[in-house]
């Protein structure tokens, strides 16, 4: 099988999946705009865009003007594919920034399957969570147009992939009938506590936090999306309340979803200046490399997880994976995965005072609470998403798609929840003869 | 009931749902449109919104639909706020996708049902794109038409239920889609497109055919072809090159062609130029004479249906697109109809049967099958009567509307909403 992979940030959801393939003896080709990294066996391909969205656009349609613009770059390297003898049977890419749009018109034989993150509803979910962005019509609108992409791949893809429940929720009814529903996979082999169960100790780049208590934050930015404000205010409370408490932030300075913050660019140094934190025991350690992120995690007391009703972040299924005591927001991206006192603690999004309660629960009934450790491990060690059971997953459902398995065959398909059509609803009875009537899929 | 009906264009395909729905005391209907002209429809409300402006020429040309579909939705939100100032709320807005009065409308009326009138879905390479030849179809064609499914997706996302007229124009709808969406045509008014009289048979009335500036005297055998635009889409130039050599065959034969010589689907002509005089010159240069050819413009109602009526046989010509109302209309009034042998066609035409089909591309064939009605009138009175009847059953007026305004109410009532 040839299979051709588009992502824009090399090598994304497809880390592992594409190598797998490569190795199984398929051709594998990888579409990106990203430069940086090599996959064995796996060839790059590079698209980018000729121009950059004009001003003259309604500020709606802006995402769908960059997401054509890719389509079209993307197009072109296809029809160079094309060119040096490169057809696929399968093309699997990430939807949203536009990569996917036209790989029906340029390999109309392919079957094309698109990997979805997000369907933006204005209310219920990221778009009217936060009281400081209040939902109005504008930006209700504004959510709607912004599907515009995802609603064409949507619409014209053969097969669609979605990791987890909540993120499914949030797409249309109709979506269901072409989607699966089946994560990326996290390497658990990997990702796993110490082998005899010991605390680690975190020595990276000259810092040694033998702290008798360490709270353990990282996600890729520092933003509110992820609640990073609200943990820095807790950290400021547990400062004053435990003198040998040390927290440690994992991360890069930036924001990657959300807005800046009222003053500057950073919430890291807007929330330094607006807290009292004793800065000897609060260290920001910048992007920390797979090794010390794990030794980090083994290290920690707690380690908090926030995140807005939005996608959740693979360090959250990372930190499980590891045996962490996570504390996690009483959200719907947290709550799919953790169920209080059971595999972790959930805490209020916007209530720091909670968040210290709970993080100082989690130092204190250390032993007592050991057990949510492994039950977290076994959470994400299991075949939703476990990479070893995933892997062999994603593969099945290409195969699936390839070979044109119907909507229910095909593998971790979600089709079956769609309800049974109208027509066994009765509908008949408001046709005429045979000329109202669902239309037959 | 409250309805709420949007559509750029006035009264369009609501012209008789509005009026019906507003007849009935327990309902009120609004009609907000662009347009500020067309006819008064009874107890019918109007209301008017108007995009705030045009698009910028230097867009990029595969968004500008999609920004023509947002700058409606916004205008249509405007106005929709004044009309829930005054207290007006629909249970159900019906809307017409395609140019984007909808797409926003949940966003004010987030209770309300909606149900999509969808006329079409662009599927590159199939159906109607890439179909004529002559018209080219290249991968920018290709790429631009995909993303204008932009403006249907917005409706379909927030939509409870879809209406297509012809099965035909459902099956172009993405299979995801078909879920909650029904067949049903806007209905022909049969009552009034009807055959002279039973006892009629002769080719021509009796006091012959005036339409226009033309008229004909009785006895003659007449050719008609009627559409709104003459032009490739709907196979005007065939159709010319079909009556250029019946003309030249048969000496009693008048060929009367109704309809705007502009083009109104595909690829536009320089200015000054038009499909009637590219074709009228083709035949003079190919000695046909015009003299029994006549292009009559477009004819208010009453002559289009005197033309109909006098028509020995008519023809319809459509590349895989949606179908006009015009062949439907002449199938009531009992026309002998030779169409073209394409998927919207052939859903109401059998060939043989209530009609005859040929070739799209071949007008010798379609020259060959209106000969072999014009010498055959027990065929042509079998096959217009067995039109009329396909009409009479599955496309009356009346009928399409109750079907129409049952649908509308099982909305309102939210019996749809689970499916």
């Not at chain 2, 130029?273 to 074709?279: I, L, V």
């Not at chain 2, 050819?293 to 477009?298: A, I, M, S």
């Amino acid at each position: 099988m040839r299979i051709l992979f588009l992502h824009d940030n090399f090598p994304g959801q497809f880390r592992d999946l594409a190598p797998a393939l490569a190795k199984a003896g398929h051709e594998v080709v990888f579409g990106t705009s990203e430069p940086n990294g090599e996959l064995p066996r796996v060839r790059k391909a590079y698209f980018g865009r000729r121009r950059e969205p004009s001003r003259q656009l309604h500020r709606y349609l802006v995402d769908l003007e960059r997401a054509v613009l890719s389509g079209q770059g993307a197009y072109r390297m296809a029809k160079r594919l094309e060119a040096e003898g490169f057809v696929p049977d399968v093309v699997y890419g990430h939807s949203g920034w536009g990569s996917t749009l036209y790989m029906k018109d340029a390999f109309p034989d392919a079957k094309l399957i698109c990997y979805f993150d997000w369907y933006y509803r204005p209310r219920g979910a990221n778009g009217d969570f936060f009281p400081q962005w209040p939902m109005n019509a504008d930006r209700g609108c504004f959510f709607r147009a912004r599907n515009a992409t995802s609603l064409l791949d949507l619409a014209h893809c053969d097969w669609g992939v979605v990791t987890t429940e909540w993120q499914l929720s949030q797409y249309p009814r109709d979506a269901l009938g072409k989607l699966s529903l089946l994560h990326d996979g996290i390497d658990t082999g990997f990702w796993r506590p110490e082998a005899d169960g010991r605390r680690a100790r975190y020595v990276h780049r000259g810092l040694d936090l033998g702290a008798p208590e360490l709270v353990t934050y990282g996600t890729r930015g520092m933003d509110p999306y992820r609640g990073f404000d609200v943990f820095l205010r807790a950290v400021e409370l547990l400062h004053r309340r435990r003198p040998q408490l040390v927290a440690a932030v994992a991360g890069d300075d930036r924001i990657p979803y959300g807005s800046k913050p009222p003053e500057g660019s950073s919430w890291k140094e807007y929330m330094l200046g607006q807290l009292d934190l004793d800065r000897s025991r609060i260290h920001f350690l910048g992007a920390v490399p797979k090794l010390a992120m794990r030794q980090l995690l083994r290290a920690g007391h707690a380690h908090v997880y926030f995140s807005a009703p939005f996608i959740p972040s693979w360090s959250l299924f990372e930190a499980m994976s590891t045996g962490a005591l996570v504390v996690g927001s009483r959200t719907a991206p947290c709550e799919e995965l953790i169920t209080d006192g059971h595999n972790g603690l959930l805490s209020d999004f916007f209530d720091h005072v909670e968040l210290a309660d709970r993080i100082e629960e989690a130092i204190e009934r250390q032993a007592e609470l050991a057990p949510l450790r492994e039950t977290a491990r076994a959470t994400i060690d299991d075949e939703r998403f476990a990479l070893r059971s995933v892997l062999a997953r994603q593969i099945r459902l290409i195969d699936d798609v390839r070979r044109g398995a119907g909507p229910t065959e095909i593998e971790a398909s979600v089709a079956d929840r769609v309800r049974a059509t109208a027509r066994d609803e009765g509908l008949a009875e408001l046709s005429g003869p045979q000329r109202v009537a669902p239309h037959p899929a | 009931m409250r309805v709420l009906f949007l559509h750029p264009n006035f009264p369009a395909q609501f012209r008789h749902l509005a009026p019906t729905l507003a007849a009935d005391p327990a309902n009120e209907v609004v009609f907000a449109t662009t347009r500020r002209d067309g006819p008064e429809l009874d107890g019918v409300v109007r209301a008017r919104y108007q995009a705030s402006r045009q698009s910028h020429p230097d867009i990029h040309p595969y968004v500008r639909t999609a920004e023509r579909a947002v700058l409606a939705g916004q205008a249509v939100l405007r106005t929709a706020d004044d009309l829930r100032r005054q207290g007006f709320r629909p249970d159900v807005v019906v809307a017409h996708s395609g140019w984007g009065p909808a797409v926003f409308v949940k966003e004010l009326f987030p209770a309300c049902r909606m149900l999509t009138y969808l006329e079409w879905w662009f599927r590159p390479g199939e159906a109607n794109l890439g179909y004529l030849p002559d018209e080219g179809f290249d991968d920018d064609d290709a790429l631009r038409n995909r993303t204008n499914n932009v403006q249907f997706l917005l409706d379909l996302a927030e939509t409870d239920w879809v209406l297509t007229p012809t099965r035909f124009q459902a099956d172009q709808v993405p299979a995801i889609f078909r879920r909650r969406l029904s067949v049903c045509h806007d209905g022909v008014d049969t009552t009034w497109f009807t055959p002279t009289s039973p006892a009629d048979g002769g080719p021509t009335p009796p006091g012959g055919l005036s339409v226009g500036s033309l008229r004909l005297p009785p006895g003659r055998e007449i050719v008609t072809f009627a559409t709104r635009c003459l032009e490739p889409y709907r196979g005007f130039p065939q159709f010319m090159r079909a009556a250029g050599e019946l003309l030249a065959r048969r000496p009693q034969l008048e060929v009367v062609v109704a309809g705007r010589d502009d083009v109104a689907y595909g690829t536009p002509l320089p200015p000054g130029d038009t499909w009637p005089e590219r074709m009228r010159r083709e035949l003079s240069e190919a000695g046909v004479d015009l003299s029994r050819l006549h292009l009559v413009g477009p004819l208010p109602y009453g002559q289009y249906r005197a033309l109909l009526r006098a028509s020995t046989v008519h023809t319809y010509l459509t590349v895989p697109f949606v179908l006009s109302w015009s062949m439907l209309e002449a199938m009531s009034t009992g026309c002998a109809i030779v169409g073209s042998d394409t998927e919207p066609v052939r859903e109401l035409i059998v060939d043989g049967h209530n009609g005859l089909l040929a070739d799209f591309f071949d007008h010798r064939a379609f020259a060959a099958r209106i000969e072999e009605l014009l010498d055959d009138p027990a065929k042509r009175a079998a096959l217009g009567a067995e039109a009329r009847r396909t009409i009479v059953n599955g496309y009356d007026l009346g009928d399409q509307l109750g079907h129409q305004i049952d649908l509308i109410g099982r909305l309102a009532r939210g019996e749809l909403d689970d499916c």
